[in-house]
């Protein structure tokens, strides 16, 4: 079965610094690869996807995000954080044989020092 | 101006109550999805519909039921079955069985006491 696993539950990062988030899926195939970020009390918004091309893909407010299938790994990353990225960040999986559901990371808690 | 709705934000009910909690879209998306958030502990599926009139349990339906009957809505009712129904409750939807990518609503905070 897919999962995906997000070893990192809270990471602080001073303000302005660099971020790495990681993930790793077992997936056999090439799967279809999601970050969503959630604010404090809301819901989630997707930061960028991969489905196929280019490993490295761009997000939403400079996050970008690369895909190593060697590794089966697809970490997110951001060269300055700001004090506004502070949230909870999901990496999901999609695949066809999950019946087209994503499967969902448990979290990583970004928490943004001054 | 498109999007998801769920209301109330919050909600407070007592135990043995059952509550029902709204999702609508307007998005003309096939598939819905309910999530339950509790902290630590991700997203976890409660149920889902990829077509009208059809749905299908995830992972923690037990205490939990929910109906589509329009393309649009896809309400969540937590039973007095469902023994710690205190948590965060999420919408989502998905244009299409193929798409995967999925578009989350506000949420709506239940408290049981």
């Known amino acids: 079965a897919q999962s995906v696993t997000q070893p990192d539950i809270h990471i602080t990062v001073s303000e302005g610094a660099s971020l790495e988030l990681r993930c790793n899926y077992s997936y056999g195939a090439t799967p279809y690869l999601f970050w969503y970020v959630q604010s404090p009390g809301q819901g989630l918004q997707l930061l960028l996807k991969?489905?196929?091309?280019d490993t490295l893909v761009q997000g939403i407010k400079g996050f970008e995000a690369e895909f190593k299938r060697s590794q089966s790994s697809f970490n997110l990353r951001k060269p300055s954080v700001h004090w506004s990225d502070a949230a909870e960040y999901f990496c999901a999986v999609g695949a066809q044989d999950s019946n087209y559901q994503l499967i969902w990371g448990a979290g990583t808690k970004l928490i943004i020092k001054p | 101006d498109g999007g998801i709705t769920q209301s109330p934000k919050y909600l407070f009910r007592k135990e043995g109550q059952n509550v029902t909690l709204s999702c609508e879209q307007n998005l003309n998306h096939d598939a819905m999805y309910w999530y339950r958030q509790d902290p630590g502990q991700g997203l976890r599926l409660i149920y889902y519909s990829q077509i009208v009139n059809d749905f299908q349990k995830g992972d923690i339906a037990e205490g939990y039921s929910v109906s589509r009957e329009k393309k649009e809505s896809f309400p969540l009712t937590v039973t007095s079955a469902q023994k710690n129904p205190t948590a965060f409750y999420l919408c989502?939807?998905?244009?299409?069985?193929?798409?995967?990518?999925?578009?989350f609503g506000p949420g709506t905070r239940l408290t049981v006491t």
């Open positions: 989502a939807t998905q244009q299409g069985p193929q798409t995967y990518e999925q578009y």
């Open positions: 991969y489905f196929s091309g």
